[in-house]
C-alpha cells in the first residue's frame, strides 16, 4: 500500500527530504508508543498492584488487551490531536511532517527522562505543547497568521485542568464517604449485604454509564441502546433528549415518531441508571447471600479489576490516539500527498493502524521504568508509614507547612498488611475501587466529547484525592508523600514549557538544516537518554538506601550517637 507512494516521491528529487521524514516518523511512532506505554499506561494498574489483587505482570497483560480495545474506537478523540491544535491544511507536506516529526524527537526524549525518574506525565499535555510550539515556530517563520487555533487549544487545556480538579474532588467525597459507611468492614457478610449492594452497585452503575453509554458511543451495539433509550423517554413524554443531530430536519423527527427537544431532564435516561443501579445492587446481594464470605471478600476487588479494564479502554481511546496521531497524519501525508495536506488530513485512519499502536504500547508497559512509575505512584499514596520516594528539599519544606499531626487526624484506612509472599499493601480493595472507578468515569466523559484529557493527571488527582478523604498524609513520611505530590505537579509546568519551547527549535532546525539537522536531533535525543538512566538509576539506589535508614535507624546509628 506504502510502496507505489515512496517510489512515485523518490524519484523526485525535491521531495526526498519528505520520503525522510516520513520514515523517521513512522520509526519515532513506533519509538514514542513505547515510550507512552513506559509512562502514562503504567498508571492503569496502579490500584489493582497496589492492592496487590494480582501480580502485575497479570495486571499489564489484561490492561494491555483492554487498551487495545480502546484504541480501535480512538477515531473521535484522534482528530483533536490530528488537526485540533492546529491547522495543517494551511501548510504545506513537508512543513507538516517536520511538525509531526519534531514533536516525536522531543517527545520521545520528555517521556524516557520522566519514566527514569519515576514521575508521572501526561503524553496529553506534552503532544499539546508540542504541537503548539511547533505549529507556532512555523507560522513565526513562515508568516502565516492563523495555523494555530488558539482557542481549540485553550478548550483543551482547560479540560485537562477541570478533568484534575473534578477528580480529586470526587475521589476525596467518594472515599470519605464510603469509608465513613463501611470503615474497615468491606468483607464482612453484614456490612456487605447492608451497604456494599448500593455502594458497590452503584459503583458499577457509574462504570457502566461512562463507558459505555458515554465512552463508546460509535459502536453500533451502543448507538442501538441509545435508541432504545431514546424511545423510553419519548414514552414518557420527553421526546428524543441526548442526540436530536441525528435527525436533519423538524420534518424527519416528526415522520420518525419523536418529539425534539431541546434541554430539559432526560427522564428516560434518570430511569436507565436507577434501574441499573437496582439491578447491580440485587446482583450482588444474592451473591453474597448465596456464598457468604466468599462473595463479600470478592466485591470490590473485582469491581476494582473492572474499573482498570474500564479505565484501560478509555486510555487507549484518549492517550494512546494522542501519541498516535502525528505519526498516523504523516502516513496519511504519504498516501494521498498528491491530494494535497487538506485532503490528506481527512483521510480516515484504519482500524489496523490503531491495533498496531495498542500492540506497541503494550510492549512499553513491560519495560523497568514502567515498573518504576508504576511503584513510586503507588507509595505516594500508600495508607502505610515509611516509602520509598524522592522530592527536592524546598518541596520537602513546603510540605512539612502543610502536613500537621494533630490528635484525632489519625489515617482512618486500615493498617497496612503484607501478602502471603511478604508483598506489603499499599491500597485497600475499598479504596482501589474507587480510584478506579473516578478516573475511568472522568476520562470516559472527555472522551464522548472528543476532549483529549490526560489519564496520567486524573489518576494521580484520584490517588490524592481518596488519600486525603482516608487521611493517609497524616501519618509516617506524611510530609515526603506530600512532596512528591508538589514536585510531580510543579514536573508538569517544567514539561509544558519544555515542550513547547524545545520543540519549536527542534521544528526549525529540522526545517532549515533538513536532514542534517534531523540527524543532530535524533543524536541529541540519544545522548540525553543515556543521562537520563543514569542519574534515574542512581536516584533510586539513593532513595532505596535513605528508606532503608528511616525503616532500621539502628542499623544507620553510628557509634557517636
Known amino acids: 500500500m506504502l510502496v507505489d507512494p515512496l517510489l512515485a516521491l523518490s524519484a523526485d528529487p525535491n521531495k526526498l527530504q519528505f520520503v525522510v521524514l516520513f520514515a523517521f516518523s513512522v520509526t519515532m511512532l513506533i519509538w514514542d508508543t513505547v ?13 489493582v498492584y497496589g492492592a496487590r489483587l494480582m501480580t502485575r505482570r497479570t495486571a499489564v497483560r489484561i490492561a494491555g488487551a483492554a487498551t487495545i480495545v480502546g484504541a480501535l474506537l480512538a477515531a473521535g478523540v484522534i482528530e483533536t490531536a490530528r488537526k485540533g491544535i492546529f491547522k495543517p491544511s494551511q501548510l504545506q507536506p513537508e512543513e507538516a511532517a517536520a511538525i509531526y516529526v519534531s514533536v516525536y524527537v522531543v517527545d520521545t526524549v520528555l517521556l524516557y527522562a520522566y519514566s527514569s525518574f519515576g514521575m508521572q506525565v501526561s503524553t496529553t499535555a506534552c503532544l499539546v505543547f508540542e504541537l503548539l510550539g511547533a505549529s507556532y515556530a512555523m507560522s513565526l517563520l513562515r508568516g502565516y497568521s492563523s495555523v494555530v487555533q488558539w482557542s481549540k487549544a485553550g478548550t483543551v487545556v482547560t479540560a485537562i485542568v477541570l478533568s484534575i480538579f473534578l477528580a480529586g ?64 423517554n419519548n414514552w414518557l413524554g420527553g421526546g428524543t433528549w441526548h442526540d436530536p443531530s441525528k435527525f436533519k430536519d423538524v420534518a424527519e423527527a416528526a415522520a420518525s415518531g419523536v418529539q425534539i427537544v431541546a434541554g430539559g431532564v432526560n427522564v428516560g435516561m434518570i430511569a436507565s441508571v436507577f434501574l441499573l443501579w437496582i439491578f447491580f445492587g440485587a446482583l450482588i446481594a444474592v451473591l453474597v447471600r448465596r456464598y457468604r464470605e466468599r462473595a463479600a471478600q470478592r466485591v470490590f476487588p473485582v469491581l476494582a479489576t473492572l474499573g482498570m479494564i474500564a479505565m484501560a479502554v478509555a486510555f487507549g481511546q484518549n492517550d494512546l490516539a494522542n501519541c498516535a496521531s ?6 496519511n501525508l504519504l498516501l494521498h500527498w498528491d491530494q494535497g495536506t487538506a485532503a490528506a488530513t481527512k483521510a480516515d485512519i484504519t482500524w489496523y493502524m490503531l491495533l498496531g499502536t ?62 502471603e509472599r511478604g508483598k506489603r499493601i499499599h491500597f485497600d480493595p475499598l479504596r482501589a475501587t474507587v480510584i478506579m472507578c473516578i478516573s475511568a468515569s472522568v476520562i470516559a466523559m472527555a472522551s464522548s466529547y472528543k ?45 509544558a514549557a519544555i515542550a513547547a519551547v524545545f520543540t519549536g527549535i527542534v521544528c526549525l532546525i529540522i526545517h532549515f538544516a533538513g536532514l542534517f539537522g534531523l540527524a543532530a536531533t535524533i543524536g541529541l535525543n540519544l545522548y540525553l537518554r543515556r543521562i537520563f538512566r543514569d ?19 539502628e542499623r544507620y546509628a553510628t557509634e557517636f550517637e
Not at 454509564?209 to 424511545?231: C, N, R, S, T
Not at 542519574?535 to 532513595?543: F, S, W
Open 358 to 419: 495498542g500492540l506497541l504500547l503494550f510492549m512499553g508497559m513491560r519495560t523497568k521504568n514502567a515498573t518504576r512509575v508504576t511503584k513510586t505512584a503507588v507509595r505516594m499514596g500508600s495508607q502505610t508509614d515509611h516509602v520509598g520516594l524522592y522530592a527536592p528539599r524546598w518541596c520537602i519544606a513546603i510540605a512539612q507547612r502543610l502536613v500537621t499531626h494533630r490528635p484525632g487526624d489519625a489515617s482512618l484506612a486500615p493498617r497496612s498488611r503484607f501478602t
Open 35 to 47: 515510550e507512552v506505554g513506559r509512562n502514562d499506561a503504567s498508571n492503569l494498574i496502579n490500584s
Open 326 to 331: 502525528p505519526g498516523l497524519a504523516t502516513i
Open 535 to 553: 542519574r534515574g538509576d542512581a536516584q533510586t539506589r539513593r532513595t532505596r538506601e535513605e528508606l532503608m535508614e528511616r525503616r532500621h535507624p
Open 169 to 232: 474532588f470526587a475521589a476525596f467525597v467518594v472515599q470519605r464517604l464510603v469509608r465513613g459507611i463501611i470503615q474497615d468492614k468491606a468483607e464482612e457478610v453484614r456490612t456487605m449485604l447492608l451497604h456494599g449492594t448500593w455502594i458497590g452497585g452503584g459503583m458499577a452503575t457509574g462504570l457502566s454509564f461512562f463507558m459505555i453509554l458515554k465512552g463508546a458511543q460509535k459502536v453500533p451495539a451502543v448507538e442501538w441502546l441509545h435508541g432504545q433509550i431514546d424511545a423510553f
Open 451 to 495: 476532549l483529549p484529557v490526560s489519564t496520567t493527571y486524573v489518576t494521580f488527582a484520584a490517588i490524592v484525592g481518596s488519600g486525603m478523604g482516608d487521611r493517609v498524609f497524616e501519618q509516617g513520611d506524611a510530609a515526603l508523600k506530600m512532596a512528591r505530590a508538589i514536585w510531580i505537579v510543579f514536573s508538569w509546568f517544567m514539561a
